[in-house]
């Protein structure tokens, strides 16, 4: 995910279908959501449970998209049960769970109310409904991993249905082969346009909620994007992918992955374009290439890893990396932004004192302004972004650029992302990164990763024939300031030259097979 903030949080969800593949055993568990009278926000939800002995327990998640709890349960008013028979006695056990004492096919009906824009939210308004299934559908923590069916009611004349699922079964409505896979399949539901992707080796379709300014322009830009990313991770891991954007002043901001799908949301072109790098690029860092913290998915409290500054920092040094070798920035551009997000880093005083693993595990307190400040934080995007830069040059000084960060990308996909398996955190990275660069990279994560020793910049970007140079503003408003300004060193070896290359077309010197 990806906020446009200047420094924020984030966090998705995922889905790893083997953890939960255990074949249903029970009928299928059915939704109904009524979008009548979408002025008033409500979304009207019945869930047909069946082949309950008994009494059947039920919770709202308490976050979802975002690293942050959320309650979802707040917005919940009404809960009701019943069964053939009639009512059914329905218990609060804590602030997210109800227990229902009853038998047979069980419907439970409630309101839950959502006005929000974005991809991080939902909203349901006379516009639109666009909502993220785990913010308003309720789950059985005992049967997670049933079939679901989900029908769409009472949806107000001249509104069309996108749906991020494969099994939609016909416009209304849509199937989910587990409560997971529902979670991590958002909805779109209003007057949108549809745009089928050309040029690109894929299935690609794109829902535009709004009116961008240059509608042709976006599309042969946002093929771009995806068929270089398609072919550095050597094709395409979905079936049917689904762009869903919202562009406009109070479209919201910011981008959300899913495992078929993005939400985006932003006002300009280059922030739709620059979202969509970021969020495509999800497709295998986080969505398929895993860290085993986040699985399986704990609805009800915060879930720790400390692996964010990988599966967001590196998918943000890949965003840049995708403009810049599809051709959508200069290296200007490039090396600009680079020296931005130095600046960034270093002036922040928790730069010092907490690495990237310590501020992944700290996201949860992204919610706090005090946690926001410079002296309190840093942020795993901006630090992890640049520990990309910098194993990627180093794996390239190792190997003589035979190799590069690519490589680790791919060999991951490998290993993990094609098999289902989740990495075990800083171990497997570790390891992956020490077989791409044919050299340990313990110290690295050591010093950089884990630790907080000052990042090498002059060392490192010598690899690459790039200067530093850091230049101090200082003004009575601001304080002083520190600009790092990134340049090409004329005088730079035939081998810095080869590296800074590599960086910027997205090549190595010779084909070298990945480790696998
Ligand atoms: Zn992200
Ligand atoms: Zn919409």
Sequence with gaps: MRFNLRFFPHALFGVL????????????????????????????????????????TVQMPAWNALYEIRDFASRVREVKASNESGPLPIEKLDKQTWRVTGKGTITIQYDTFWDE??????????????????????????????????????????????????????????????????????VEIGAFAVIRLENVPA?????????????????????????????????????????????????GSG????????????????????????????LWNVKRVRPASLEPVDYTKEQYTKSL???????????????????????????????????????????????????????????????LQGDHSVSYYTKGAMLGVLLDLWIREQTNDTRSLDDMMRALNEQFGKTGKPYRDREDLEAVCSQTANHSCKEFFDNYVSGTKPFPYDEYFSFAGWKIRRVVHASPQMGTQTAFEISEDD??????????????????????????
């Design 17 to 56: 279908l083997v953890l939960f593949a255990a074949p249903s055993s029970f009928a299928t568990i059915t939704y109904q959501i009524s979008l009548a009278h979408p002025e008033q926000h409500l979304f009207h939800v019945s869930m047909m449970i069946p082949s309950v002995e008994g009494s059947v």
């Design 117 to 186: 824009p974005g991809p991080f939210a939902s909203q349901l308004n006379s516009e639109h409904a666009f909502f993220n299934p785990a913010m308003i559908l309720m789950y059985i923590p005992a049967r997670r991993a049933e079939d679901l069916h989900v029908d769409l009611t009472e949806i107000p004349n001249g509104w069309k249905v996108a749906t991020t699922q494969l099994k939609a079964d016909d416009e209304h409505s849509f199937a989910a082969r587990n409560y997971d896979e529902l979670a991590d399949s958002p």
């Design 203 to 251: 299935a690609i379709r794109l829902i535009i909620h709004g009116k961008p300014e240059r509608p042709e322009i976006l599309k042969s830009k946002l093929e771009r994007i995806c068929d270089y990313e398609l072919s550095l991770m050597g094709g395409a891991p979905f079936e049917r992918y689904t762009f869903i954007f919202h562009v406009g002043e109070n479209a």
């Design 255 to 282: 981008g959300m992955e899913h495992a078929n799908a993005t939400a985006i949301a932003g006002r300009t072109e280059n922030m739709l374009l620059s979202l969509s790098a970021h969020e495509f690029f999800h």
């Design 309 to 371: 500054w990988f599966a967001e920092g590196v998918t943000s040094t890949y965003e840049r990396y995708t403009l810049l070798r599809s051709g959508l920035w200069n290296k200007d551009m490039f090396y600009s932004a680079l020296g931005r997000q130095i600046g960034d880093l270093e002036s922040r005083a928790a730069n010092a004192w907490q690495s990237a693993e310590q501020s992944s595990l700290d996201t949860w307190f992204e919610k706090y302004s005090v946690y």
């Design 491 to 516: 005088a730079a070896s035939e081998k810095q030259k080869r590296i800074r290359a590599g960086i910027l077309t997205g090549t190595t010197e010779k084909a070298v097979a990945a480790p696998n």
